[in-house]
């Protein structure tokens, strides 16, 4: 997916969000706003937004001389989540579809976002997934595919989403890769986080190499493309990753929520449905 | 009025919005939006936003090779006006306050705006605006300085509005200028439209000097500045020119709609509201 026009503003919105969720000063936030006017002028639109949101995350980093701004944020998110891992849990094993309960709840976990917007409601989102209606549900082609799949390979998003990853991980009932960021960014799971949501012990996490909020494939490590490619099945979490692979005319099953009108304009979808299948949008 | 954070992101709503409205082609809306960004990236946050914006504006009528591309908007505008001009002065001639419905109707012509948003509906505004409750309503201490003033010095803003204008300095009774931007910016009523809006037969037109969508000290010519400090009163329309002149502790009678949350934020008021009179702020 490319760069939209509406991708421009957003930029900002998410820089000045991010410096008051950082509790930056006034100044400060000024100088990333103007940096990253820089970055945008210079901005090659022809990407999808988290190639530029690479550069501009990057230089937020440089400007705070923080290498993981969201660190603390990520920690609580991820506890947050634990906190209800067992609850969740307890919900799958009692519904009369493991699998799709747990799809359900992976897909609930994706509202934890700091990038696109700090504004949501995860304990409504898990309360709510189990009945709601997704705007794709290609759940049966799934099943298909997965019976033909010795393994799976699942792109991770965020940090506290990831510990509900675990639990479709576990539902999947095969070996499972849990691809993570190359280096922090943003709120997006990196090796160290998915240890600490637990994914460790129910897959091999595995990194994508690349530090973008998606799958940028140039900045990815020939190891993680090799596996990227020998993969039997994949589930792409996350608006980042579909928004980098959703015009490659892929076999992924993207599950996500959409988060954005850009994104919601491009699968012509309203704005929060909730996505599981297959991408037909061909660049 | 400084800068704020979100003034940065509506620069380019703005320009984005002016490609479409201009029935722009989508390189160089692009070309816009990343010149803009450019612009941006050297921005003083510490001036006005409509300071901003003229730069802004400048490079889309640079890029685009016409100096006036609202030209057509603008004409629209008047003739709608125009075509509702003598029922609007029946309402003001048929009310028991000819000067207070008169002011209303001013108010609501402000509504009018190819800046900020072009969603706006001119028909609702003049059918309610007579009822409306304004956020601040100083009529009874303008009659006080009204009584006291041989002449009066109006600051125009929108083309279109500016005809409703004409039928507040109708209900003045005295003497009026009429300051009209320098040069074609946005949708602002310059020498020309003032002239095509029927203010020429009511109030001398004057230019500010100053191409600004408000009004810019450093830009204004030595005779309006003349003009401006020797004006017994002064009643400025619009938010381009209330953002401009608000902190300077002027006593002047603001006349406008609160078209943006950074405005609506920096008086405490809801976005929507209408407003008539001095402001209180001080930078």
């Given at each position: 997916m490319?760069?939209?026009f509406d991708c421009f503003p957003c930029f900002f919105h998410q820089t000045k969000r991010t410096g008051?969720?950082?509790?930056?000063?006034e100044n400060t936030i000024w100088k990333l706003l103007k940096g990253v006017s820089k970055i945008l002028s210079e901005a090659d639109i022809n990407c999808p937004p988290p190639k530029t949101a690479s550069f501009v995350y990057d230089f937020i980093s440089r400007t705070l001389r923080n290498p993981d701004p969201f660190r603390h944020l990520k920690r609580e998110s991820i506890e947050h989540a634990l906190s209800l891992f067992k609850k969740v849990r307890a919900r799958i094993h009692e519904s009369s579809d493991r699998l799709e309960s747990a799809i359900r709840y992976a897909a609930a976990g994706n509202v934890i976002d700091y990038g696109i917007s700090s504004d949501f409601d995860l304990l409504n989102e898990l309360d709510t997934v189990a009945n709601r209606e997704f705007f794709k549900w290609e759940y049966h082609e799934f099943l298909k595919d997965l019976k033909d799949a010795p393994w799976v390979l699942i792109l991770g998003d965020n940090c506290g989403e990831s510990v509900f990853d675990r639990l479709l991980i576990e539902e999947l009932k095969r070996p499972v890769y849990y691809a993570v960021r190359g280096a922090p960014i943003i709120n997006d799971v990196t090796k160290e986080d998915a240890i600490s949501s637990g994914i460790g012990e129910v897959a091999k996490i595995?990194?994508?190499g690349c530090k973008a909020p998606g799958i940028v494939f140039?900045?990815?490590s020939?190891?993680?493309?090799?596996l990227f490619k020998s993969a039997p099945l994949i589930i792409s979490k996350g608006q980042g990753n579909f928004e980098t692979l959703s015009d490659k005319g892929l076999s992924i099953y993207f599950l996500f929520k959409i988060k954005c009108t850009v994104v919601a304009k491009y699968l012509s979808c309203p704005l929060g449905s909730l996505y599981f299948g297959k991408s037909l949008v061909i660049s």
């Open positions: 490319k760069t939209y008051e969720l950082l509790e930056i000063d595995v990194s994508t140039d900045w990815c020939r190891e993680f493309l090799d």
